[in-house]
């Protein structure tokens, strides 16, 4: 039998099989069977009750399960306890009863772990395959306190969720429902819904869960999985698909719905009590836009109430944060379709933002010893079959484009596009990539002079905009998107150089990370697979670099981990993980070590002993790609930028007509001193003004009448909601130079009050 991924099963499958579940199933046949008989026709047409169930895979299961029983002497079996003792329970004992006896019957779990693989309670101990003579294996309950926890409460909601859709649409037909990070969804071949219908569904599903159905595993034939799945096509598909030829499968049942799946799940609907679903969107059967569309519904699944209510509160506030919608709201970014999708406009008041950002980050580079460099956005895919980004990686790039002579020549000679295709990757015809990295470009620069190893470390910086093809369901917002600029550096070093230079870039990141208040942050140590032979560059060479990786992180004193395998192919890595007021993890900033390029490239510098060596190369992006990590940013501040960064630092507002003068020259001294300002002097109250303005979240508005005029000052009111009253217009931007200056996180011109105890 092999995986099924629809639902994203546990990695190996066991032959097993449910006594109980059986008996219970036997007893409805014969119950059946006796209000069957006044009609024998109905019995052998009529699927099983009222049920999808032919009654051939009932009556065959019962079958099996008798003769197991009756040809089997009870034995006892060894389970290994979570303590390590070893107890000894009848061979029939279930996953789940040791459960019981491990914690006591109100043990909170909500499926078990056999031998270190997740199981149903109803799982039988017996029934695994490789339990030989010995007779033995270690059993644990898995709770919603751990990862593998929640994903089988989340993969269970999503069967509850097609549940109560097909009791209300008896039409729709369920096509794949996996457990997400946050949640879970369905996907449906159904008529269109709207967020309205989902109270509804949700209903549906309170009801299905409070009526306690057990949730029962059923291994069946591809003859019986043919025949429960005959009516729905995309089932049949993923049957036809990953069930190996007469190797069969399993369902899992509730109640009158069954579904196929390898599980495992939850062993009664109870557990699923406190759900919520969320959003609906359309996606396509298998990602592919070719075929049907599909209503998506979403949820998320708690295993209480009260982390239900923390969960929806959190959600709320992503929402609220949502940069996609802050960024229109602020006005910070635009994406136009007939631009193309993915494609960044970046308005006035958010290229203020990258621009800060980028002079932030040039001063910190210029004292590193950095050198900017500019270099354009294509090369020759010549270039790209060097570096080894052509043609491997042609669908995540755009189209190369042919040059127009050539095309020409081609199109006379009735060349098709299919052969056009081939002709570039081959190496047959010659054109140009957008570039998808700029590493060959500064290969280029460090290649054009001889290098001496007085040169090295030679450092290039370029914020470089690349080009990536994301497919188009996954483009979102500022975060995936088809082109974005990399704050991007190569450092060619030398092997001795390793070590330092990553702790230099790794500084910057350090520097940035607390710049911008991002205190909760681990990082990842990306080490080789010892067992795998994937990696290019000596093994000593390997670990010298994953050695000052290490070091590097541990000079940093934050939580770190060292993760094998998760080095690239060229060398290992450091990758900087943020988590976000309300805990969402973002992947920031990264620094590779690498020892392919130089070599594909034969980079060389000169050492002291006058030959010839290689240089080795680091690749690193402290933010990443500007559109990504402004992105963050905006979630990550709501909005509410810290006044060096904020796209509109001061907004003027005047009471009255009379006062525009005088806002006049308070608006001439803030420019002056290079502060960026909006005013509104229009003849709108000042209650309108201010509720208008403040919608754009300055970080102070500058609000003039009478009293101001008169004495030359200016009264504040904080984005904090605080005012100050006439302070002079020169003490007034001296503190607030000196507040972008020290790039504070706090509004420190209207302080907020202490309170006293
Ligand atoms: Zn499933
Ligand atoms: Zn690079």
Redesign the pocket.
Known sequence: MRRLHQHEAPPTICRERNYRTVWKFEALVWLWFGFGSTNSLTLVSFPFCFVNYPANLWLGNSFISRKKTEGKNMSMIDITLPDGTVNQYSEEITAGEIVDDIYGRKHGCIAASVNGEERDFSFVIADLENIGGTCSASVDGIKTDSDAGMHILRHSAAHLLAQAVMEIYPDAKPTIGPAIERGFYYDFDMEPIGESDLRTIQKKMSQLARQNLSVERVECSDEELENLFASNPYKMEIISDKVEDGSGSTIYKQGEWYDLCLGPHVASTAKLMNVKLTSISTAYWRGDQSRQQLMRIYGIVEPSKDALKETLQRIEEAKKRDHRKLGKDLQLFHIDEEVGQGLILWTPRGAAVRQELQDFILVELRRQGYYQVFTPHIGKLDLYRKSGHFPYYQDSQYPALVERDLMKKLADEDCSCGELSNLMSAGDIEGYLLKP???PH?IKIYDSQPRSYRNLPLRLAEFGTVYRWEQSGEISGMTRVRGFT?D?A?LFVTEEQIAKEVLGCIEIVQIIFKTLGMDDYRVRVGLRDPDSDKYVGEGEKWDKAEAACRTAALSLGVPFTEEEGEAAFYGPKIDFVVKDVIGREWQLGTV?V?YN?PERFDLTYTGPDGQPHRPV?I?R?PFGSMERFCGVLIEHFAGKFPTWLSPTQVHVITISEKHNLWAQEVISALVEAGVRVEADMSDATVGKKIRTHRKMQPNYMVILGDEEVEKKTVSLRGRNNEQVNGMPIGEFIEKLTAEIQSKDLQLTLTPKTEKQD
């Open positions: 990295m700029n590493c500064h990399q991007d190569h590779q690498d390029l190369m690749h992006a």
